[in-house]
């Protein structure tokens, strides 16, 4: 089923041509946006965030770390922050969430860069995030154009778009073949309120929703069956089924993760969790690295081995390098895993 882009809808309705302008204009000013990361601008939360979103507590902080790749490529890093504890730890906890108004009202001296949306099961909405939208322009613009009456916003990179509605999805969504994500639950989304046209409500968009999740899952499925070897990674599940193997499989990832084992070295501590991290993200270094800075093994906040926080990053993206080294390409099979449970059935 092809989907119709808000242009083939609203052709014949002059209304609605200014609105969509100001949509497909707000997609074309992220292209000239700066890389950069500027001050979060208070006001944009507080003038452009959905209420709806506002009246959940479900809010975090988020600090920004520049991270570069091995082929030299920087990525924005966003680690989500309790307000409730001003640690990165267990962040996905619900008692450890805020409300809008502390979460805005501690920000600055936070020394944290923005707020960040927790999406949860108990909650009617999904986001859209969608990356590279510069090397991806007209594919974005046609989906952005399909969600022309419901909150969209420029992200902290300024190179993506977060879209939010409210529906049903079966599963979160991380296509990085086609820059598409679509998550549901257990995923913090840093907020700019950086506005893409005029819409500042979450609507319903369930029939939408389904065909995008159709068309995008079905190509994942589409791809784990085409040859596993030909590119590994695209097998990789997300962040979410990625901890879920490692807890249902290793009992010593599991626990290094939530900090329940140690060998007294925190240091070998950290490189036997990047070792288990190789193997179940396939070697992605960016995963191994957001995944352990979610684990009880990160020592951010603490400064007694390492003075700041970049030289932080610094040891443990040379941590990473070497997990990948030792553990080379001995990778857990997700595909002969999932067939086994399959045929258990």
Request: aromatic letters at 10%; proline letters at 2%.
């Amino acid at each position: 089923m092809t989907l119709p882009t808000a242009i083939d809808r609203v052709g014949k309705q002059p209304d609605k041509i200014a609105t969509l302008k100001n949509i497909l204009s707000g997609c074309t000013s992220i292209i000239n946006k700066n890389m950069e990361v500027a001050m979060i601008n208070k006001e944009k939360y507080i003038n452009n965030i959905p209420q709806e979103l506002k009246e959940r507590n479900q809010w975090l902080w988020f600090k920004i770390y520049h991270n570069k790749d091995k082929n030299g490529n920087t990525k924005l890093v966003k680690i989500p922050i309790s307000p409730i504890t001003c640690e990165s730890n267990e962040w996905n906890k619900k008692e450890n969430w805020s409300d809008f108004e502390t979460a805005l009202d501690g920000l600055e001296k936070s020394g944290c860069d923005g707020l960040s949306f927790v999406l949860t099961e108990d909650d009617p909405f999904v986001c859209i995030d969608l990356d590279n939208v510069k090397e991806n322009f007209e594919n974005a613009k046609d989906i952005v154009s399909d969600f022309v009456e419901t909150y969209k916003e420029i992200s902290v990179s300024g190179n993506g778009v977060h879209l939010f509605a409210k529906g049903i999805i079966h599963k979160n969504i991380n296509n990085q073949t086609d820059h598409f994500e679509m998550y549901k639950s257990n995923k913090c989304i840093a907020m700019t309120g950086d506005v893409i046209g005029t819409c500042t409500e979450v609507q319903d968009e369930q029939y939408k929703l389904k065909l995008y999740y159709e068309k995008y899952a079905l190509k994942e499925t589409i791809r784990e069956r085409i040859s596993y070897y030909k590119n590994i990674d695209s097998d990789v599940p997300d962040i979410e089924d990625i901890l879920k193997a490692i807890y249902m499989t290793n009992r010593k990832g599991r626990e290094l993760f939530r900090g329940e084992y140690s060998t007294g070295d925190a240091s070998k501590d950290d490189f036997q969790l990047l070792l288990i991290l190789n193997s179940f993200t396939h070697g992605n270094a960016d995963l191994m690295l957001e995944i352990f800075l979610k684990s009880a093994l990160n020592r951010m906040g603490d400064m007694s081995k390492r003075r700041t926080e970049a030289a932080y990053i610094k040891y443990l993206n040379q941590s990473i390098q070497k997990a990948q080294e030792v553990g080379g390409t001995n990778y857990w099979d997700y595909n002969y895993h999932r067939k086994t449970r399959e045929a258990v059935r």
